[in-house]
Structures are given as structure tokens and as C-alpha cells.
């Protein structure tokens, strides 16, 4: 670049950043919005069922059937509620009161001593179906531990002859949060990144300011990159930010290197603001760019990145979708980084996609301004 | 008076449906969202790939491993042989699920100890980490106790009989698709209104509303009808789609379902209206929108239970109408409840509505003298 083009560029930057300065919303997108939603969603967002409220029906009551249900009250997952019939239970359940019913029949006794095989009746309310197979998947565990228990106080050998030993690679204490907090980081900056771009030139766009930019001496390369310049520092404060906040209050580990995190994340801010700075390409007012922004960034990162909803259990053509979804290699990097290391296998091919859905994005959008310009 | 608010909300509509970018917002990206989402947002795992060390090369663990490749939820991707390659499957995300069968499993299980099988899983998703915990556990005991009655084995005093009531397969498209009509409806329905005064804000048409004969009153009305107008329809196409396209039983009356998407859509609309007083630029409505959205989303009940949430975040829910209407729309689809039995819900709405709205027109008012 020579020196003449060198100089219009700081002065374009000298006019973006008063620009930013004087009118605080884009520092607020940059910052007060991630933290505002980092915050709600780090408190609001969990997966871990405890105390699930459950019914607990004895029709006869007996010393099996106590022994049977005192396992529930010692569960963490579980606040049993007693009932004394069927219907009671689940007209609790239709009244939301409880998740699940756990019934022992009135022969319930009778046919354990006889022949065992006693069927213990497990209703869950199917309604949040991941909800319901968690729970389910927890009185299983309550029973499994109540037969071993049981055989090991009668000196019986176990009914069930495995002893299984989970281990969880990773996040041994299986909470929701550890993992959920990398990824609502990803969705978060997909947000940021794109808003301010996409809003600050759709403005221009509208009151006209970018044709007199553009009658002016100064190159679309220019333009582009004096826009770009100030909104990356912004959108790179605001994911320190939101870094600092995973780390320091929600005591999220970081298991893998600073600047393996901070290259990871300049790449992924590349590719956000190039999807804002297209969308402002093709939108002329803030209402249409704002709508786009929202229904192309917010939703695909939180739906299809894999930061909740699992990729490789989606049906084929949404998972050729999820490609070109920028936040899903940010998520898979970040799950990474966070919890497991610096695993170069799960990064490079990652970080490699992010730069050329970087590259695309700012390459289609000079193309898309260029045009326009016509 | 209603010749001056019809007239505003025909001209409101004319607004947002004439030029055919905003048009288009409305209704492509919206029912392209429903179709994606619809097979995108699902909790239901298949194909999960997995790994199998066995150490134990006998017919018993052979017939273990064959459980596991038969099931639907699984994928056997590598056979191992050495123990050395467990953590780099797990790390580089080739395999979720390493099943390692100890040396002396076939021995153990002959003479009645507990024979030991570890199951290691990735933690970095830690809820799909509990349900592949809870799909290879129900494989586990369920080899288990057949291996033990073929055996002689003791029969174990009581089994479980499971079974989920209103969504017996328990498929998570049910749950997710009603979820999608108050959260598009919410989307739409605040953008339209939130953004309405804005507009005419910075384009200055506002001043030359407000010189008119029309009250302050009758100046929302004609901005809040559009909006709630644009929101039932929106819904009404998002449920026609969730029961022919998708298969979800709507179990419910179409009254009940109504009434609650009315009282939801005229909260939105509410707190559509009020964002749209208090900025003055679009920029600041969208800012406004997104920040009351993305919480009212999150918090809803939308993806992860309210149960689970801190008391303190459950509490500050309960502002929130979406949460209200998700109760509803769910349990009329799956449920068959009716109007009476989800009084519970409706009331807060109706409520939140009423607050909103009185909250608009008061800073309206203060606004436009």
C-alpha cells in the first residue's frame, strides 16, 4: 500500500472509531451484550436434573417395597412424593406436580418372593423427551444399585452380573455447565460479530454517508478494511470478555493454551464480521439487516453447531448444512480448549475450515459492494 | 375513532409488506428456520460412533459387542488392540463411547462375581455423555439379566417396566416443533412492532402522526394490530406445518391453543410497543429486541428445563410470556389439555400483557408531548 493510500486509511479509521465513540451503541454490542447474555445464559442454561419431583406409589405397603423406595429419598436426582393410588399419581402428573410415577403394585410382594420378576411400573411424562430419558435413565441406576444391595445383604450373587464402571473423559462430575459455557461463548460472538458490522453500514446505507465515502478518492479495499479494523479490536474485547467471565465466575477450567484460544478466536471474528458485512451488502435498511442478522447468526449457532443439539444425530442434509455455519468449528474448538487440551486433531481442521469460511464471506462481500457501487 | 386505527393499520401493514426485502424477512427465513430446526434441534442420538477393546475374546463378550453394534443408538467404528489408542479415540472425537471388557469377564461372570466392563465416554457434551451413559447401561443390564436366566442365575426380585406417557418413543421433534411456534411467533411479532416506531422516528413521519386528530391511544393500537396480526398468522402457518408436516399429534382443540397464542401474541405485542418507545433509533429497537429475545429464549423452557435453572433465575422467568405459552402450546399438542385446565398459564400472560400495555401507553404519552 503506498504511503497517500496509507494515509486515507488512517483517516477513514479515525473517522470509525469517533464514530464509535460518539455514538455508544456499537460498544454496546460489543460488550454489554455478550456479558449481559453471557451471564443469563451461563445461570439459565442446565441440563442436570436434580431434585426431580417423582411419585412414589405403595399400594401394599411392606419391608420390600420400603426398601425399594427408601433408595429414591437417598438420591440427589429425585424429591419423591408418596401415594397411595395410581390415580392420585397421575392426576399429579397431569397437574405438572410430578415428572414421573414410580408404582409398585399390590401384588408386588407377593410375586418378588414368589418367582421374582416383579414388575415395578415406571411412568415418565414423555413431554420433554430428554428430560424424561434422563430421569429414566436415573431410576435405573436407583434400581440397579438397590438389586446389588440387596443380593450383597443376603449374601446372594448380584442378579445383574456386570459391574460397569463408567468414566467421563473430560468433565468427570458430567455437568452441564463446563460444556455449555465454551459454546454459548461461540453463539454469543457469532451475534456480536455479525450485528456490528451488518448494522453500522446498513446505517450508513441508509443516511446516505456511504455514497459520499464513495465519490471520494478512497478504494472499496479501503472502505472494507476500515471497517473491518476497528470492529475486530471491539468484537475480539468483547470475546476477552466473555473468556474472562467463563473462566473467573463460572469457573469453567481452561485446559489448553491462551493463544491457541485467542488465534482461534481471531479467525472465527474474521468470518463473523464478513457475514455481517455481507448481509449489510445485500440489506439497505437496519430493519432488514437486523432481521437477517438474526434469523442467519443467532439461530443456526444456537440450533446447528452442535453447542447443544448433537450434529452427528441430525438427518443428513442438515448436517451438509451445519458446514457453513462458522460457530459450529468454533464450538468444536472451543469444547476442546476449554475442557480437553490443546487436542491438534479437533483444531487445525477446525481452525482451517474457520479461515475459509473467513476468506469466503470477506471475498463475497467486496464482491456484493463492488456491485452495488455499479 | 376505529376508521382512524384501521386506516394506521392498514398503512402500518402497507409499511412492512410493501417493500418485498422486508416482506420477504417475514416469511422465507421463518419457514426455512421451521424446516431446519425441525430436524436440526434433536436431543434423540443414533449412530453414535464408538469403540469396543476386548480383552476377552469368548463367546460371551462377542455376543456383548453384538448388542452394541445391533443397536440403532450405536456405530462400531474401530475394534481395538491395545489399550494404548483409548484416549486419542476419545480426544480427536473419532469414537464418544470406548467399551473396554476386562480380561477375566467370561471367567467372572461363570463363577457369579460382578465381571467388570468400563465404559468411557467423552465428557465435552456432557448431556449427550449421560444419555449414551443411560443407552449403554439399558444395553448392559439387559445382556445382564438374559445372560443370567440362560445361566440359572437368580431372577432379580423386581424389574422395571417403562413406559413414557404422551410421547411414548420418546422423540424429541415433539417437544422441539410445538417449542418452534412460540419462539418464530415471538421473533416475528417483536421485530414488527419493536422496530414500527422506530422507523417512523427516524424517517420523522412520527411528528407528522403525532399532528393528527388521533389519540396517543388510538396511535398504538394502529402500530400494536399489525404485529398481532402478522403473529397469529405466522403461528397458524407454523402449526399447519408441525401436524401435516411433521407429524406431531395435536391432541388438544384448536380454542384452547388460540387463546393462548392470543394472550402471548398481545404480551409480545406489549413489550414490543414498549421497546419501541423507548429508543429512538431502529438500531437501538433491534439492540432492545435482541436483548429482550435472546434472555426471553433462553429462559423459556425452549431447549432446557426451568426446573434446572437456579431458584433465583427461575423466579425472574416468570415475567417472561414465553414460558407461559410453551407450557400451553406443549400440553394442548401433546397433553389434549384444554382452556380450564391451563388457567395457571394463562392468567400470568394476560397479566404481562396488560402491564405492558398500560406501560407503552404511558411512555407513549410522556414521549409524544
Known amino acids: 500500500m503506498n504511503p497517500v493510500a496509507l494515509r486515507r486509511l488512517r483517516g477513514l479509521l479515525r473517522k470509525e472509531f469517533l464514530q464509535i465513540w460518539r455514538d455508544p451503541s456499537a460498544l454496546a454490542i460489543a460488550f454489554l451484550l455478550p456479558a449481559v447474555l453471557l451471564l443469563i445464559f451461563g445461570y439459565g442454561v442446565s441440563l442436570d436434573a436434580r431434585n426431580v419431583p417423582l411419585a412414589l406409589v405403595t399400594q401394599r405397603p411392606g419391608a420390600l417395597a420400603a426398601s425399594f423406595t427408601a433408595a429414591f429419598s437417598h438420591s440427589p436426582y429425585f424429591r419423591p412424593r408418596p401415594f397411595l393410588t395410581i390415580q392420585e399419581a397421575e392426576r399429579a402428573?397431569?397437574?405438572?406436580?410430578?415428572?414421573?410415577?414410580?408404582?409398585?403394585?399390590?401384588?408386588?410382594?407377593?410375586?418378588?418372593?414368589?418367582?421374582?420378576?416383579?414388575?415395578?411400573?415406571?411412568?415418565?411424562?414423555?413431554?420433554?423427551?430428554?428430560?424424561?430419558?434422563?430421569?429414566?435413565?436415573?431410576?435405573?441406576?436407583?434400581?440397579?444399585?438397590?438389586?446389588?444391595?440387596?443380593?450383597?445383604?443376603?449374601?446372594?450373587?448380584?442378579?445383574?452380573?456386570?459391574?460397569?464402571?463408567?468414566?467421563?473423559?473430560?468433565?468427570?462430575?458430567?455437568?452441564?455447565?463446563?460444556?455449555?459455557?465454551?459454546?454459548?461463548?461461540?453463539?454469543?460472538?457469532?451475534?456480536?460479530?455479525?450485528?456490528?458490522?451488518?448494522?453500522?453500514?446498513?446505517?450508513?446505507?441508509?443516511?446516505?454517508?456511504?455514497?459520499?465515502?464513495?465519490?471520494?478518492?478512497?478504494?472499496?479495499?479501503?472502505?472494507?478494511?476500515?471497517?473491518?479494523?476497528?470492529?475486530?479490536?471491539?468484537?475480539?474485547?468483547?470475546?476477552?470478555?466473555?473468556?474472562?467471565?467463563?473462566?473467573?465466575?463460572?469457573?469453567?477450567?481452561?485446559?489448553?493454551?491462551?493463544?491457541?484460544?485467542?488465534?482461534a478466536s481471531a479467525l472465527f471474528m474474521l468470518a463473523a464480521l464478513g457475514m455481517g458485512l455481507l448481509i449489510s451488502g445485500f440489506a439497505r435498511s437496519q430493519f432488514v439487516a437486523g432481521q437477517i442478522a438474526l434469523i442467519v447468526t443467532f439461530l443456526p449457532a444456537f440450533l446447528l453447531s452442535g453447542f447443544v443439539f448433537d450434529i452427528g444425530s441430525m438427518p443428513r442434509a442438515v448436517q451438509w448444512i451445519t458446514h457453513v455455519v462458522a460457530a459450529r468449528y468454533f464450538v468444536a474448538i472451543l469444547q476442546s480448549v476449554f475442557l480437553a487440551g490443546n487436542v491438534w486433531p479437533v483444531i487445525l481442521p477446525n481452525a482451517l475450515a474457520l479461515a475459509v469460511i473467513a476468506a469466503i464471506f470477506l471475498g463475497l462481500a467486496r464482491t456484493v459492494f463492488r456491485r452495488r457501487l455499479d | 375513532m376505529w376508521r382512524q386505527v384501521l386506516a394506521l393499520v392498514i398503512k402500518e401493514l402497507l409499511a412492512v409488506l410493501r417493500d418485498p426485502k422486508s416482506r420477504m424477512v417475514l416469511i422465507g427465513p421463518p419457514l426455512i428456520q421451521l424446516v431446519v430446526f425441525g430436524y436440526a434441534a434433536t436431543f434423540d442420538l443414533n449412530h453414535v460412533p464408538m469403540a469396543v477393546y476386548n480383552q476377552d475374546s469368548s463367546q460371551a463378550s462377542r455376543e456383548l459387542v453384538a448388542h452394541f453394534a445391533g443397536s440403532p443408538t450405536f456405530r462400531v467404528v474401530a475394534m481395538l488392540r491395545s489399550g494404548r489408542h483409548i484416549d486419542t479415540l476419545i480426544d480427536s472425537r473419532q469414537a464418544q463411547l470406548v467399551l473396554v471388557i476386562d480380561r477375566r469377564f467370561t471367567r467372572d461372570l461363570l463363577t457369579r462375581r460382578p465381571a467388570p466392563v468400563q465404559a468411557i465416554v467423552d465428557g465435552r457434551n456432557s448431556n449427550t455423555a449421560l444419555l449414551i451413559e443411560g443407552y449403554a447401561n439399558t444395553i448392559l443390564t439387559?445382556?445382564?439379566?438374559?445372560?443370567?436366566?440362560?445361566?440359572?442365575?437368580?431372577?432379580?426380585?423386581?424389574?422395571?417396566?417403562?413406559?413414557?406417557?404422551?410421547?411414548?418413543?420418546?422423540?424429541?421433534?415433539?417437544?422441539?416443533?410445538?417449542?418452534?411456534?412460540?419462539?418464530?411467533?415471538?421473533?416475528?411479532?417483536?421485530?414488527?412492532?419493536?422496530?414500527?416506531?422506530?422507523?417512523?422516528?427516524?424517517?420523522?413521519?412520527?411528528?407528522?402522526?403525532?399532528?393528527?386528530?388521533?389519540?396517543?391511544?388510538?396511535?398504538?393500537?394502529?402500530?400494536?394490530?399489525?404485529?398481532?396480526?402478522?403473529?397469529?398468522?405466522e403461528a397458524s402457518a407454523i402449526i399447519a406445518a408441525a401436524v401435516w408436516w411433521f407429524d406431531v399429534?395435536?391432541?388438544?382443540?384448536?380454542?384452547?391453543?388460540?387463546?393462548?397464542?392470543?394472550?402471548?401474541?398481545?404480551?409480545?405485542?406489549?413489550?414490543?410497543?414498549?421497546?419501541?418507545?423507548?429508543?429512538?433509533?431502529?438500531?437501538?429497537?433491534?439492540?432492545?429486541?435482541?436483548?429482550?429475545?435472546?434472555?426471553?429464549?433462553?429462559?423459556?423452557?425452549?431447549?432446557?428445563?426451568?426446573?434446572?435453572?437456579?431458584?433465583?433465575?427461575?423466579?425472574?422467568?416468570?415475567?417472561?410470556?414465553?414460558?407461559?405459552?410453551?407450557?400451553?402450546?406443549?400440553?394442548?399438542?401433546?397433553?389434549?389439555?384444554?382452556?380450564?385446565?391451563?388457567?395457571?398459564?394463562?392468567?400470568?400472560?394476560?397479566?404481562?400483557?396488560?402491564?405492558?400495555?398500560?406501560?407503552?401507553?404511558?411512555?407513549?404519552?410522556?414521549?409524544?408531548?
Do not use: C
Open chain 1, 93 to 263: 402428573m397431569r397437574a405438572h406436580e410430578v415428572q414421573g410415577i414410580v408404582w409398585l403394585p399390590s401384588d408386588f410382594a407377593r410375586r418378588a418372593q414368589a418367582g421374582g420378576d416383579a414388575p415395578i411400573g415406571v411412568i415418565v411424562n414423555g413431554v420433554d423427551a430428554n428430560d424424561a430419558r434422563i430421569v429414566e435413565g436415573y431410576v435405573q441406576q436407583v434400581w440397579a444399585t438397590w438389586l446389588t444391595a440387596r443380593a450383597r445383604r443376603r449374601g446372594e450373587a448380584a442378579p445383574t452380573p456386570l459391574s460397569v464402571q463408567p468414566r467421563v473423559r473430560f468433565n468427570p462430575a458430567v455437568s452441564s455447565r463446563d460444556y455449555l459455557v465454551p459454546g454459548l461463548i461461540a453463539v454469543i460472538m457469532t451475534l456480536t460479530g455479525a450485528l456490528l458490522t451488518a448494522l453500522v453500514i446498513a446505517r450508513e446505507w441508509e443516511r446516505g454517508t456511504m455514497e459520499a465515502l464513495m465519490v471520494t478518492r478512497v478504494t472499496m479495499r479501503e472502505i472494507l478494511l476500515a471497517k473491518l479494523i476497528p470492529y475486530f479490536l471491539l468484537g475480539m474485547g468483547g470475546m476477552a470478555a466473555s473468556v474472562a467471565i467463563a473462566v473467573l465466575l463460572f469457573g469453567v477450567p481452561l485446559a489448553g493454551s491462551w493463544w491457541v484460544l485467542a488465534g
Open chain 2, 142 to 233: 439387559d445382556f445382564a439379566l438374559r445372560w443370567g436366566r440362560a445361566h440359572g442365575g437368580p431372577a432379580p426380585p423386581a424389574v422395571l417396566d417403562t413406559r413414557a406417557l404422551y410421547n411414548p418413543t420418546l422423540s424429541s421433534r415433539w417437544f422441539i416443533v410445538p417449542g418452534i411456534v412460540a419462539l418464530l411467533t415471538q421473533v416475528v411479532t417483536l421485530l414488527v412492532v419493536g422496530l414500527s416506531v422506530a422507523r417512523e422516528r427516524e424517517t420523522g413521519t412520527f411528528d407528522q402522526l403525532l399532528v393528527t386528530p388521533m389519540r396517543p391511544v388510538d396511535i398504538l393500537l394502529g402500530k400494536g394490530l399489525p404485529g398481532l396480526l402478522i403473529g397469529v398468522l
Open chain 2, 249 to 369: 399429534p395435536l391432541r388438544g382443540g384448536l380454542l384452547a391453543l388460540y387463546f393462548g397464542l392470543l394472550l402471548f401474541v398481545i404480551a409480545v405485542t406489549g413489550i414490543g410497543l414498549m421497546i419501541s418507545s423507548l429508543v429512538s433509533t431502529q438500531q437501538q429497537a433491534l439492540l432492545g429486541a435482541f436483548l429482550f429475545m435472546v434472555p426471553s429464549v433462553i429462559l423459556s423452557g425452549f431447549a432446557t428445563p426451568i426446573a434446572n435453572m437456579p431458584a433465583w433465575v427461575q423466579d425472574l422467568t416468570l415475567v417472561n410470556p414465553m414460558r407461559y405459552f410453551l407450557v400451553i402450546v406443549r400440553a394442548v399438542f401433546l397433553e389434549g389439555a384444554g382452556v380450564a385446565a391451563l388457567v395457571s398459564q394463562e392468567w400470568p400472560m394476560a397479566a404481562i400483557g396488560a402491564v405492558s400495555l398500560v406501560a407503552a401507553t404511558w411512555l407513549f404519552r410522556r414521549r409524544a408531548i
